[in-house]
């Protein structure tokens, strides 16, 4: 006949509900942890930092614009200057200046195009700038090619037109029409669902960070995306799959940067001078210019994506 002896068992039911309550202690301390420092938690601080420091200060342009600058210099357009890599791993110095001479081929191409056909122009852009978007932030969120393009075309619509007046004047400037409405702020909040659905901390602050940023000025809230999510997500990935530093992928990346900054430079010299609209506006042409080295930029990483899947 077995004997429980009750002391004992008391002692352990006590020792089990410590350990319980010790381990859920420790997970939500871990989930506080991988929370708070995750990038899309900093870039959410970031937003609400901008945000307090009212909009359309002083303080608020100078910081702004200041992060702006740094973060196109440091990964914004470097992780698109690194797409001679990705074709080789390496640099290689024979097939460079071919490289460069198609790059350069269809960023003409895409300029010509905008300078012939605006409207058609802008829509193209639009298009593919949707579902670059969407594929990366898909792949870093694990969502299939349909909720990735629809994501895409949700991120870019809601960045746009929650600004709507900002990004009509842009809009008239570069291509001679206007956004027929805006877009509502709760338009990206369906995605919480998806992003519950995958357990995901990153998606989740992801798009309250992006409806924080709806309060911001347009360039501030696209800058926030396009460096912060975007091109570090990009940049990321790059490191990985090349197996490379940081710093020396940005050290290969010189090239085709200081390139860019040239061309940059050059656009907003001469796209004045085409007289393509009397409304000068300096974003109009930061935009065109982004249009013209994406193409190139989002071709090279399409056509590795597809090499990769076939080896």
């Avoid at 909009?55 to 001679?84: C, M, R, W």
């Avoid at 870093?140 to 007046?165: A, E, I, R």
Wanted: hydrophobic letters at 50%; one cysteine or more; proline letters at 3%.
């Amino acid at each position: 006949m077995a004997i429980i002896n009750v002391g004992s068992y008391s002692n352990l039911n006590t020792h089990l509900s410590k350990e319980s309550s010790v381990n859920t202690k420790m997970s939500w301390v871990n989930v506080f942890k991988a929370i708070v420092t995750n990038r899309s938690f900093l870039i959410l601080m970031v937003s609400l930092f901008l945000l307090l420091l009212g909009n359309e200060s002083k303080l608020q342009y100078l910081i702004g614009n200041g992060l702006l600058f740094i973060g196109l210099a440091t990964v914004g357009i470097p992780h698109g200057a690194v797409d001679h890599l990705l074709e080789s791993g390496h640099w290689v110095s024979r097939s460079t200046p071919r490289f460069i001479l198609v790059y350069l081929a269809y960023s003409f191409a895409m300029a010509l195009f905008w300078y012939l056909s605006p409207k058609l122009a802008l829509c193209l852009f639009l298009f593919y700038s949707s579902w670059h978007f969407g594929q990366s932030d898909g792949e870093q969120w694990g969502l299939g090619s349909m909720f990735s393009y629809l994501w895409g075309c949700t991120v870019l619509f809601f960045l746009l037109g929650t600004h709507y007046n900002e990004t009509n004047e842009i809009l008239k400037s570069i291509s001679g029409v206007s956004m027929p409405f805006s877009s509502p702020v709760w338009l990206i909040t369906p995605f919480f669902f998806m992003a519950f659905y995958k357990r995901s901390y990153s998606y989740a602050i992801t798009i309250l960070w992006l409806l924080v940023s709806s309060q911001l000025p347009l360039m501030l809230a696209f800058g926030l995306y396009f460096i912060g999510q975007h091109s570090l997500t990009n940049w990321q990935q790059i490191s990985k799959t090349l197996n490379m530093a940081h710093h020396k992928i940005w050290i290969y990346s010189m090239p085709f940067h200081l390139g860019a900054w040239f061309v940059l430079a050059l656009f907003f010299f001469v796209w004045p001078m085409l007289n393509i609209s009397s409304d000068y506006n300096r974003w109009g042409i930061f935009f065109i210019f982004i249009a013209c080295v994406s193409l190139p930029h989002i071709i090279s990483v399409h056509l590795f994506k597809k090499k990769s899947e076939t080896i």
